[in-house]
């Protein structure tokens, strides 16, 4: 099973960035993409953005369209997820998720995901 490791989160004022990491042990041309969501206490489990490794496609949450940035390096076998323009509700704990072998989409709801990392927290306060 694949390993899914985060790292990057912490503390940071509102209007500043943040940059998350999100490595893979091992990938496979069965799984397409790579999503980041967030969990916020006593809410739901919300959709970030995602990225598919071949083509490079995005999609993004509606509350972050325009503020992050999702990246790969396939050859780290990394994610990125480039947060800007942070906002004291951005605060939540991170994860990001590998899709099941041959989904084929939407990879916006996390059921379509199945290798899950342990999170990353993200605040911001001031």
């Known amino acids: 099973q694949v390993q899914v490791v985060e790292s990057g989160g912490g503390l940071v004022q509102p209007g500043g960035s943040l940059r998350l990491s999100c490595t893979l042990s091992?990938?496979?041309?069965?799984?397409?993409?790579v999503g980041w969501f967030r969990q916020a206490p006593e809410t739901e489990r919300e959709f970030v953005a995602t990225?598919?490794?071949?083509?490079?496609?995005?999609d993004y949450g509606d509350s972050v369209k325009g503020r992050f940035t999702i990246s790969r390096d396939a050859a780290k076998n990394t994610v990125y997820l480039q947060m800007s323009s942070l906002k004291p509700e951005d605060t939540a704990v991170y994860s990001c998720?590998?899709?099941?072998?041959?989904?084929?989409?939407?990879?916006?709801?996390?059921?379509?995901?199945?290798?899950w990392g342990q999170g990353t927290q993200v605040t911001v306060s001031s």
């Open positions: 998720a590998t899709s099941k072998l041959y989904y084929g989409g939407p990879f916006s709801v996390r059921t379509g995901y199945d290798s």
């Open positions: 091992q990938r496979t041309f069965a799984s397409r993409a």
């Open positions: 990225i598919t490794w071949i083509t490079g496609d995005t």
